[in-house]
Each structure stands twice: as C-alpha cells, then as structure tokens.
C-alpha cells in the first residue's frame, strides 16, 4: 500500500513538472505583448511575473492554416510547399491535389511530378513513378514483362 502511495505521488510530481515546463516561454516568444499599442501597460499586465503561471495568462491560439499564413508550408517538416483548401500539400505527388489544387486523380491512377498515370500499364511509371521499362517489355499489372 506504501508503494502505492509513493508511486501515485511520484506520477502527480512528474505532471506537474511538465506542465510547468510547457509553460516556460522560450527565447523568441516575448512574455508579455501589447495588443492595444497605446503604450500604458500598467493595468494590462502585472509588475511582476512572481507566482503567477504563464500558462494560465496564455490566450488561446487557433490553427495556424496555410491560408492565414502561407510561409507555414514552408516550414521543416510540412507535408508540402503548396497551400490547398487550408492543407499543405506537394502538387507535383499528391493525388488529390496533382499539379494544380482540387484536380484528383482517378482511383487506379498516381500523381507522378504533378501528373496523373496508371501505373499498372503505363511504360514510362511501371508499378511507381519513373520506373521504366526496358526496351521491348510491356508493364503489365504494374510489372515489366517481355512479350
């Protein structure tokens, strides 16, 4: 029972340490922003931080969508450069979106470089993008075969 005891404890602290630590600010965030821009902040913001939780003194942020703000796509790690119906996306190899936003491809087609092809019988995307077919094979289901 005492073990029980001193691992719940031990759980709560470890919450409580990362909630504080989400609430740290980091270096290019500023603490405090004057929204108003009339230059009084004495009543909109405290004269010290103290015990006071920055996390709590948060507001809430929306989304950050591509259609606000475009550069979000460009970002490391986004899924594409291309902003389409508020997604990042890659034009050239999506297939909802190939080469131009809002053109799909068919169910048995790829988006290979901002193009739709079937790549079960097409030679020059066999089975994948630009894998070719050697001269005289066919692409059959996807596969090059000689005939």
């Not at 010290?48 to 979000?72: D, E, H, W």
């Not at 190899?93 to 068919?106: A, I, L, P, T, V």
Request: glycine content about 8%; proline content about 5%.
């Amino acid at each position: 029972m005492k073990a029980l005891h001193i691992f719940i404890l031990f759980a709560l602290l470890m919450a409580l340490a990362i909630t504080n630590l989400s609430a740290t600010p980091s270096g290019d965030e500023p603490l405090f922003v004057d929204n108003d821009g009339d230059g009084d902040r004495s009543q909109a913001e405290p004269t010290s931080v103290g015990i006071m939780s920055r996390f709590l003194a948060q507001k809430p942020r929306g989304m950050m969508t591509c259609n606000k703000y475009p550069r979000v796509c460009r970002a490391a790690g986004s899924p594409g450069p291309d902003c389409c119906k508020r997604k990042c996306v890659n034009v050239m190899w999506d297939r909802f979106n190939c080469g131009k936003c809002g053109k799909k491809c068919k169910y048995s087609e790829i988006c290979c470089k901002g193009k739709c092809v079937n790549p079960m019988s097409n030679r020059l995307h066999c089975g994948d993008c630009y894998n070719r077919c050697t001269k005289g094979s066919k692409c059959l289901y996807g596969m090059c075969s000689y005939a």
